[in-house]
């Protein structure tokens, strides 16, 4: 790989597609490629052929896609299956039609089992039925994982490289009332507490369930090291994790500290809780070299930087934390 070549980052105005651009620009990468989603919808599959046939980019971080918490999940199945399928399945076959060297997928743990024994392998992956609620949008992204391996079978090469990284967070995330992740949740309803004086937040379920949680650059980092280590790649997914375990409670109090709130912290325990536990066993990706690099006490204060400079103090919108799928 040589830093002239030209990359597509698709979805760069998003979490990981911001982190993944701002990466290759800080390691001198001079020809980066982007497009905002009103520019190109990446479902429209003769857009995306005739951008790759005119841009033709060698490397593409496929970004893209629709992402969100439970509530959205379990509204829009539809959409969060359709909607990815065809980002998939155009930028898939315009990579392979216009000589794309390498491009990277990002699958989600909701592809594992519901159930599943932990930590989680990628061998578990198929080994039971999904958790219902994220099973339209979980089944997009397995079908994501699965056509790389095969084009890489089809077409030779490993190309095609999958990552499957846990729970993300950091700049540019989605703090809107209706469909933020956990995280971004947590810093939203507690910082309204915070602006409100409120002596105390309500927060979703018991605090008890365990969640692992990776910062977007670092997922940025192991995406850059995937496609630079791709020959040492097996044609098959990697986990991408932080290694970083909090339960909910845990979590609640780092960002109440990041903060600066200093109220009581109250558990609806009506709300549901989610799976109890879900981390991932990212044995045979650090195997290879890659190391995660920031503490999630680091990477909530940078969040909550980034969080301030954009929606600043005057913001008094509440939210429902809601679990992640
Ligand atoms: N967030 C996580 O915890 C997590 C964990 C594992 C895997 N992933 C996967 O990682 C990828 C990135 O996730 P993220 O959290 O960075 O998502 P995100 O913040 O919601 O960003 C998604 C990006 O895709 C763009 N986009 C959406 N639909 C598009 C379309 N039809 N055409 C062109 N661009 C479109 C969005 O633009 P607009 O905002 O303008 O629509 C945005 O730039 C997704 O595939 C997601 O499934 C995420």
Redesign the pocket.
């Known amino acids: 790989m040589r830093n002239d070549q030209k990359v597509f980052v698709?979805?760069?105005?998003?979490?990981?597609?911001s982190a993944v651009a701002g990466r290759l620009i800080h390691d001198g990468w001079g020809n980066v490629v982007t497009r905002?989603?009103?520019e190109?919808?990446?479902?429209r599959q003769a857009d995306v052929e005739e951008f790759f046939k005119r841009e033709r980019p060698e490397y593409v971080f496929l970004?893209?896609?629709?992402?969100g918490g439970i509530g959205v999940n379990k509204g829009f199945p539809a959409g969060f299956l359709h909607?990815?399928l065809a980002?998939q399945d155009n930028v898939f076959e315009a990579s392979v039609k216009h000589g794309v060297h390498s491009l990277v997928f990002?699958?989600?743990?909701c592809v594992y089992p519901k159930g599943c024994a932990q930590p989680m392998k990628e061998s578990d992956i198929l080994t039971g039925s999904m958790e219902e609620t994220s099973e339209a949008y979980a089944i997009a992204?397995l079908a994501g994982l699965k056509a790389c391996r095969a084009y890489n079978k089809q077409y030779g090469g490993n190309c095609f490289i999958a990552l499957l990284?846990?729970?993300?967070y950091g700049p540019?995330?989605?703090f809107d009332t209706e469909s933020s992740?956990v995280l971004a949740a947590l810093i939203r309803k507690i910082h309204d507490a915070k602006i409100r004086r409120s002596s105390a937040v309500r927060l979703w379920g018991s605090g008890n369930p365990l969640r692992e949680f990776v910062f977007s650059e670092d997922v940025a980092s192991a995406s850059v090291f995937a496609l630079e280590n791709a020959w040492r790649l097996d044609n098959d997914c990697y986990n991408v994790g932080s290694g970083q375990e909090a339960s909910i409670k845990e979590l609640a109090a780092k960002v109440a500290y990041a903060v600066g709130y200093k109220g009581e912290i109250e558990w609806d325990m009506h709300k549901p809780d989610g799976a109890a536990r879900k981390l991932l066993d990212c044995a045979r990706f650090n195997a290879l070299g890659w190391r995660p690099s920031v503490s999630l006490e680091e990477g909530i204060k940078r969040t909550y930087d980034w969080f301030l400079s954009v929606h600043g103090r005057k913001e008094d919108g509440c939210l429902q934390v809601q679990p992640q799928p």
């Not at 990284?165 to 993300?168: E, G, V």
């Open positions: 698709a979805g760069h105005t998003g979490l990981l597609g905002a989603h009103k190109l919808d990446l479902t970004c893209a896609g629709l992402t909607t990815n980002i990002y699958a989600s743990s992204k990284p846990n729970s993300m540019h995330d989605n992740h």
